[in-house]
């Protein structure tokens, strides 16, 4: 059975870089079906989509956020993550990592969730 | 402002059947892109309830179903049950820009 499970500081500093690992059991990230991705919720607030890696290294953001924010896969270890930077206190939120379903990226849904994590930008 | 608009909350009472709107535009459900939901029960994680307009995953009860029309989507919930106060939101994929996946702003259900 497939589970995902988001690892990373729970405090990050205004200004600084936010970093997260998705790590992967259950199935290989390598699977060619599948985009990796990453989902944010604000507190009381809706779902945000922050962007989406496949297992070749392709990468699409969030416009919003597409000049902070880095993906990357490592296949060896299973695992992907995120890197947003430059945080501010309008980052906090629970951090998702998720598997997409489509080699589309048109056709993204997304069919498995990690539990989530929990990050506050706080001095 | 989310890219696609959800009425914020609906209430039904148990047994009664309540429907919830997702309305884009042409980028989005307009263009012909697929249209998902998902259902947050409180303090969990996001659940895949609809997937691509109407089909339910394994394990998701049929009183639940999706449809899209022009613009819009909605999610029917009939015999409404206790269990499904939740949140739920829709999803789209946008063209605008350089393409990406866009959510409703999610809906409130409540039971009577």
């Known amino acids: 059975q497939l589970q995902l499970q988001e690892s990373g500081p729970g405090l990050v500093k205004p200004s600084e870089t936010l970093s997260l690992t998705c790590t992967v059991s259950g199935d290989s990230i390598s699977s060619s079906n599948y985009f990796w991705g990453w989902i944010r919720q604000p507190p009381e607030k809706g779902l945000e989509w922050i962007g989406s890696?496949?297992?070749?290294?392709?990468?699409y953001y969030n416009p919003s956020l597409t000049s902070r924010v880095t993906i990357s896969v490592d296949t060896s270890k299973n695992q992907f993550s995120l890197k947003l930077s430059s945080v501010t206190a309008a980052d906090t939120a629970v951090y998702y990592c998720?598997?997409?379903?489509?080699?589309?990226?048109?056709?993204?849904?997304?069919?498995?969730w990690g539990k989530g994590t929990t990050v506050t930008v706080s001095s | 402002q989310s890219v696609l608009t959800q009425p914020p909350s609906v209430s039904g009472a148990p047994g009664q059947r309540v429907t919830i709107s997702c309305t884009g535009s042409?980028?989005?459900?307009?263009?012909?892109?697929?249209v998902h939901w998902y259902q947050q029960l409180p303090g969990t994680a996001p659940k895949l309830l609809i997937y691509?307009?109407?089909n339910r995953p394994s394990g998701v009860p049929d009183r639940f179903s999706g449809s899209k029309s022009g613009t819009s989507a909605s999610l029917a919930i009939s015999g409404l049950q206790a269990e499904d106060e939740a949140d739920y939101y829709c999803q789209s994929y946008d063209s605008s820009l350089s393409g990406y996946v866009v959510f409703g702003g999610g809906t409130k259900l409540t039971v009577l």
């Open positions: 691509v307009n109407t």
């Open positions: 998720t598997r997409l379903v489509g080699a589309l990226r048109w056709k993204n849904y997304m069919d498995v």
């Open positions: 042409s980028s989005n459900i307009g263009a012909g892109y697929d």
């Open positions: 890696i496949y297992y070749s290294g392709t990468t």
